[in-house]
């Protein structure tokens, strides 16, 4: 589904990544771990098209993505929430959900809209949990609930591969359980990728786990394997 191949990016001499090699099957849900500066946020850049490459290759459902703009690689069906919210407050919860799912949609398809909401905003309220705040403002929301609202409005992209950035810093505990749920859930028919440091949330949540550190590959395996691993308490871990 997803694979890169010895890719490099160097950023004035720098190394950012340094010959990471990345196999995520389909309908995995992967975590991605590492100390600041491991070059977790970069390979997100390479993989969504934010960031090109020095060398390497990143293929993605039998495409090539290397040089392909941002906005063709949402179109092939990648998508990611970044630190930043992107919720329009003012707007309500289904409005956010409709806006995002517009930008994938043509524009006959707007008479339809007059019928109601549409199939993929629809199910991402379902699957958010959100129907009951359908009609509530944005900007009411809970931390939470504005963090499941994003993942909605790209679920209402129809993309098949999701790169999370951190989905539950600043969660309560119920909150994280609720968006560990989430996640596996999504991960029934999506490929996964969540970059995330809580242990705890890893130890309920995460199946496999892939280190970086200073730009390469350190350790990938289970949570069990991974935390384990004397390299990974080294760098990571113990620090
Ligand atoms: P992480 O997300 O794991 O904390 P990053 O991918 O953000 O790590 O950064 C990896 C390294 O690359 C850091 O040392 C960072 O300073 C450097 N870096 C990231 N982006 C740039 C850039 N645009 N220009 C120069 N250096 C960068």
Redesign the pocket.
């Given at each position: 589904m997803l694979e890169l191949r010895d890719v490099h990016?160097v950023?004035?001499g720098?190394r950012?990544?340094d010959g990471v090699d990345l196999t995520v099957p389909e309908g995995e849900l992967r975590f991605l771990i590492?100390?600041?500066?491991?070059?977790?946020?970069?390979?997100?850049?390479v993989i969504t098209g934010l960031?090109r490459p020095t060398a390497g290759s990143v293929r993605f459902g039998g495409h090539d993505l290397v040089g392909r703009k941002e906005h063709r690689i949402v179109r092939l069906g990648v998508g990611r929430t970044f630190q930043t919210s992107v919720v329009f407050e003012e707007l309500t919860v289904v409005e956010n959900l409709d806006l995002a799912a517009s930008f994938r949609r043509p524009l006959w398809s707007l008479a339809r809209r007059r019928r109601g909401v549409s199939e993929a905003v629809a199910e991402a309220l379902a699957r958010t949990g959100l129907e009951e705040l359908a009609e509530r403002s944005a900007g009411v929301l809970s931390h939470g609930q504005r963090q499941w609202l994003e993942i909605g409005m790209l679920l209402a992209q129809r993309p098949r591969l999701l790169l999370l950035d951190e989905p539950v810093a600043g969660m309560s505990g119920d909150e994280r359980e609720r968006t560990g749920e989430l996640l596996t859930q999504i991960a029934a028919d999506h490929t996964v990728i969540v970059?995330e440091h809580d242990m705890e949330f890893l130890r309920r949540h995460a199946s496999t786990v892939t280190v970086?550190h200073e730009?390469k590959v350190l350790v990938e395996g289970s949570v069990e394997q991974v935390s384990a691993d004397p390299r990974v308490q080294e760098v990571y871990l113990g620090r």
């Open positions: 990016v950023f004035d720098f950012a990544l590492g100390p600041n500066g491991a070059g977790k946020t970069t390979l997100i850049d960031t970059v970086l730009g």
